[in-house]
C-alpha cells in the first residue's frame, strides 16, 4: 500500500476510533445487563411462566408439553425475553446520549419528553398483544367444542408466539412516536408523509402479514390498528 494511502487510513483510524471504542463499552454494558437479567429469567423461568399464563383463560384448552426437553426450552426462551426486555431502558438510554451531541436544546427536549410515552405505548402493544391471543384462544376453543373436539396446544409454540407478537406490536405501537420524532426534528415534513401514506400503509400491512396468529379475525385486527396509530400520529402532529 502506498504511503500516502497509509497516512489517510491512519487519519481515518484516528477520527473514528475514540467513537468505535465507546460503542464497544456501550454494547458491552448492555450485552453484561442482557447477561445477567437473561440468567435471572432462566431460573426463575417457571415463576415468570405462571406469571404469563394466569393472564389467559384457558377454559376448552389443553397445555402440554410435547418432549421432555421443552422444560429447558421454556427457560432458555424466558431467559432470552427477560434478558432483551430488561435491555431496551438501557439501549434507549445509550441512544439518547449519543444523539445529543447532534441535536439542539431544544430538539432534546422533545425527544426526552417523547420516551416516557414510548414506554407506555411498548407495554399497551404488548398488552394489546396479549389480548389478540386471548381472542384467539376463545375462537378456537369456542369451535373446538361446539364439535365435541379436544383442543390441545403445545406449551412451547403458545409462549413463543405470545412473546413474539407482544413484541412485535409493542415495536408497532411506537409508530406515532417515529413519527413525531421525524417531523419535529424536521427530517421528513408532515406533507410528505402524507402524500406516501400508500407506500406506507403497504409497508405496514405486510409486516403484519408475518405476525402470529394469521386467523383472519386476529389479521383484520392487526391490520387496522398500525393504521389507525399512523392516522393519530399526523393528526397530533398539525
Not at 423461568?45 to 408439553?65: A, P, Q, R, W
Not at 418432549?67 to 426450552?73: A, C, E, K, M, T
Amino acid at each position: 500500500m502506498p504511503e500516502e494511502d497509509k497516512t489517510k487510513l491512519e487519519q481515518v483510524t484516528e477520527k473514528f476510533l475514540p467513537y468505535l471504542q465507546e460503542l464497544q463499552k456501550k454494547l458491552l454494558i448492555v450485552a453484561i445487563s442482557m447477561l445477567i437479567s437473561g440468567t435471572l429469567g432462566f431460573i426463575y423461568y417457571h415463576e415468570i411462566l405462571d406469571f404469563i399464563l394466569s393472564l389467559f383463560n384457558f377454559k376448552g384448552i389443553t397445555m402440554v408439553l410435547t418432549s421432555p426437553y421443552q422444560f429447558f426450552n421454556l427457560a432458555i426462551n424466558t431467559g432470552l425475553a427477560t434478558g432483551l426486555t430488561s435491555a431496551i431502558p438501557l439501549i434507549i438510554y445509550f441512544l439518547l446520549n449519543f444523539l445529543k451531541p447532534a441535536l439542539k436544546k431544544e430538539e432534546y427536549k422533545q425527544i426526552l419528553n417523547l420516551v416516557p410515552f414510548a414506554i407506555i405505548l411498548f407495554l399497551a402493544g404488548f398488552a394489546f398483544g396479549v389480548y389478540i391471543m386471548q381472542f384467539v384462544i376463545s375462537i378456537f376453543a369456542q369451535t373446538a367444542q361446539s364439535f365435541n373436539i379436544g383442543n390441545i396446544w403445545d406449551i412451547s409454540h403458545f409462549f413463543s408466539q405470545t412473546i413474539i407478537m407482544g413484541v412485535c406490536l409493542g415495536i408497532i405501537f411506537e409508530l406515532p412516536i417515529l413519527v413525531t420524532i421525524l417531523i419535529k426534528l424536521k427530517i421528513l415534513k408532515k406533507s410528505t408523509i402524507a402524500a406516501n401514506r400508500k407506500y406506507i400503509y403497504a409497508v405496514l400491512i405486510i409486516i403484519v402479514a408475518f405476525l402470529p396468529p394469521n386467523d383472519i379475525f386476529s389479521l383484520s385486527i392487526l391490520t387496522i390498528t398500525p393504521l389507525f396509530l399512523f392516522e393519530v400520529a399526523l393528526l397530533l402532529n398539525q
